[in-house]
């Protein structure tokens, strides 16, 4: 079973080695979604449940959402294309959320990239 939760955050970047527009400083309204996967939990408080959502965003948000939120992504991931943002996301959450299974991160509300378990960018 998959369960998914969206994150939102506000960031910059630009991007220097691209020759649009998108090469200067700029910003976006980012939505992450973190999907996790695993057997429903037979007991204890998440009884009927993959993973309480509260328990997922006790990961999430300080791993990844609060360091990336009004930040300029430049100091943080090195060419910060969506793809390399996301490949980053996904190695700060892994070691806390092992159950992690997939990610999508939406730049603008048409156009996002998805990284999932198994991928060659995936880090274990």
């Not at 506000?10 to 999907?35: F, Q």
């Not at 996904?90 to 991928?119: F, H, M, N, Y």
């Amino acid at each position: 079973m998959r369960i998914t939760k969206t994150y939102t955050f506000e960031a910059s970047h630009a991007l220097p080695n691209h020759a649009g527009k998108c090469a200067g400083l700029h910003g976006h309204s980012y939505r992450l979604e973190v999907t996790v996967e695993g057997a429903l939990q037979s007991d204890g408080t998440a009884a009927g449940m993959v993973m309480d959502f509260e328990d997922m965003s006790r990961s999430v948000r300080p791993a990844a959402v609060d360091r990336l939120d009004h930040k300029h992504l430049n100091d943080v991931v090195d060419n910060p294309t969506c793809e390399r943002i996301l490949v980053w996301i996904w190695s700060e959450l892994i070691p806390q959320l092992p159950v992690l299974a997939k990610l999508t991160l939406w730049e603008t509300a048409t156009s996002c990239a998805t990284l999932r378990r198994g991928d060659p960018e995936t880090i274990r």
